[in-house]
């Protein structure tokens, strides 16, 4: 079952936290504040399978059924991707998680109008994978564990609350950093409030496929001070590839002009490689009141360094808890190359359009968002928000910016199993 969204807005999401729990709870940002007592009103089971062995229980007790759905209204302004305004399934994800032996478990999850895409995804397989526990070092605070398959790839944090259940806000930020791809996981503990993940996968955007023997390797290192302040590092080496798996809000690493021509040229090359690593933090000073934010750069290289690329982005998202079932956050991030020669497509995904409307000519992307959220229950969930986004462009960009409305209102209901 999901943790009540006000208790911890930067926690692993459903996808992560259930089947995967990476990182134990002493090190996750937002954790330990006031939830919603459901004490009263806990019924207790008649029998206690947790401590059986696998072959001990009924076969439906080692078996755990979750999901979600997300359902919004949303007007992107005349400029965004939907200027007229329309319902929307946001996204649904159903999760099957089967314990296999002890320590040895399997994850499946399956998606359903991911971020609004009805007419290009249908259905698909998120993350799938099984999972070791305890593989060294069992029993201590360094044990070691693996993940074999379709994996988040374990870079910054806000791939831990992009689910719906889990993001106080509608939107994402203006970089929002993640990806999915196959390969090994490996994560452990430096301590009782230090953790690490490390992966190699694939590094490329098309499943079960690869297009280059270098592939993209991630490191994450996490620790929590005390219970005001959290702090993780990531970096990533993408390896080559035609279209990364990782991408930046629907803009994967590719050689410029790849998938929409522009003014800044385009490249030759087939592949390019990328280096990023970012900095994530959330300081909690009083029980109801979070700051979250982090910092990153990449360094996307081309064959022809004519065609490299650095970028950076951030976030900061100061968020309150007005009560035990009310919260209100706003958010401001950017994303960009911050050279008025060279730009580089960022899509801004599901509002902004970017890639379509302005390709490699993007300067920077800014977008600003408030909202405020009312979970009346653990399993339902209210989000009301508002933003806009900004577009700044190379010099000499054929496009225009001017009189383009990008001013956005959004709400959705999120209701959790």
Known sequence: MRLPIHTAFVLVSLSNV???QDVPASSVPGRGGAGIDLSEGQVEMVEDYSSLHVLARDWVENFRLSGFGAFAFIDSGSAGTRPQGGFMIKETSLFLEAEVWEDMSFL???????????????????????????????????????????????????????????????????????????????FGGLGPDSDWIFSLTDGTDTRSTEDDVAKAATLKA?????????????????????????????SHFEPVGASHPSTAGVSASTEVDAHLWELDGTFSPC????????????????????????????????????????????????????????????????????????????????????????????????KVEVGKDWFDLIDGSPFNTENSERLYFGVEVVLSF
């Open 18 to 20: 259930t089947p995967a």
């Open 222 to 250: 996490s620790h929590r001070f005390n219970e005001e302040l959290y702090l993780s590092a990531s970096g990533m080496i993408n390896g080559n590839a035609a279209k990364s798996a990782f991408e930046f809000g629907g």
């Open 108 to 186: 499946f999850e399956l998606q359903v109008n991911r971020l609004g895409k009805d007419d290009s995804l249908f259905v698909r397989t998120g993350e799938v994978f099984a999972r070791f526990d305890e593989v060294l070092w069992p029993g201590t605070d360094h044990a070691v564990g693996v993940k074999l398959g379709r994996v988040d790839l374990p870079f910054g944090e806000e791939y831990l609350w992009q689910d719906a259940p889990d993001n106080p806000l509608i939107t994402q930020s203006a970089p929002y950093p993640y990806g999915f791809d196959e390969g090994v996981v490996l």
């Open 287 to 382: 029980e109801d009141f979070d700051l979250s934010f982090f910092y990153g750069h990449a360094r996307v290289e081309d064959k022809d360094s004519t065609f490299n690329r650095d970028m950076r982005w951030f976030m900061v998202q100061p968020l309150v808890r007005l009560s035990e079932k009310t919260h209100a956050a706003i958010r401001y991030s950017e994303i960009g190359t911050y050279d008025s020669s060279e730009g580089y497509h960022f899509d801004g995904k599901i509002l902004a359009g970017g890639n379509a409307a302005f390709g490699y000519d993007t300067r920077t992307l800014q977008r600003l968002s408030a909202g405020v959220g009312w979970q009346p229950n653990p399993r339902a969930l209210f």
